[in-house]
């Protein structure tokens, strides 16, 4: 019942990770307008999860209370301290909970939410970004105004915090196509 800001592509991709992977919870940052955060639920509650789904957006709208109403968490504040170096203890007591946690990266500094969550992840866990392509190249010959015209996020962005967390790439060609990034830890 919400718009969804994401590539036709993403929810085939989404599925198959949700259905391989069968995580605890998914923490969000970046509700929007919110069809992508139902899409998750929808899948969690068809896939039989009850995953808990923490979605953060610092814009209030006036349809997140039925979206709390549905079971799901959404929250309208800012979770990021004054030098934006790291999140609110709630936040980071949310991820470390046992099981696999996927962090979605999908508000307004990409870069650095990847770069904050990417130390706060476990072992198993997933993070990903949204409006990614491998380099401005790729984005401009293989994206821009054929998947995605928005390109907020590369590999080279990411690359230092890649390294220092130990991160994998998961299936990059499948999430590529959906204009997110995955990494597993």
């Given amino acids: 019942g919400h718009t969804a800001q994401q590539s036709h592509n993403a ?4 599925y198959d990770l949700i259905s391989e992977v069968k995580p605890k919870r ?3 940052i970046g509700t929007a307008l919110g069809g992508f955060t139902e899409f998750l639920k929808i899948l969690s509650d068809e896939l039989n999860l009850n995953i808990n789904i923490l979605s953060y957006d610092i814009t209030e709208r006036p349809w997140y209370n039925q979206m709390v109403e549905k079971g799901i968490d959404v929250r309208v504040e800012n979770i990021f301290n004054e ?3 790291n999140v609110k203890q709630d936040v980071i007591d949310f991820i470390q909970q046992e099981g696999v946690t996927i962090v979605l990266c999908d508000g307004g500094w990409k870069i650095g939410e990847f770069k904050i969550f990417s130390k706060l992840i476990k072992d198993g866990d997933y993070i990903l970004a949204h409006d990614y392509s491998y380099d401005k190249v790729t984005y401009e010959n293989e994206i821009k105004n054929k998947i995605w015209n928005w390109c907020e996020i590369t590999e080279s962005d990411i690359e230092s915090s890649v390294k220092e967390n130990n991160l994998k790439s998961y299936q990059p060609d499948k999430f590529s196509k959906a204009v997110w990034v995955c ?3």
Avoid at 11 to 14: D, N
């Fill in 83 to 85: 030098d934006w170096t």
């Fill in 11 to 14: 929810y085939q991709v989404f």
């Fill in 26 to 28: 998914i923490l969000e």
């Fill in 183 to 185: 990494k597993v830890k």
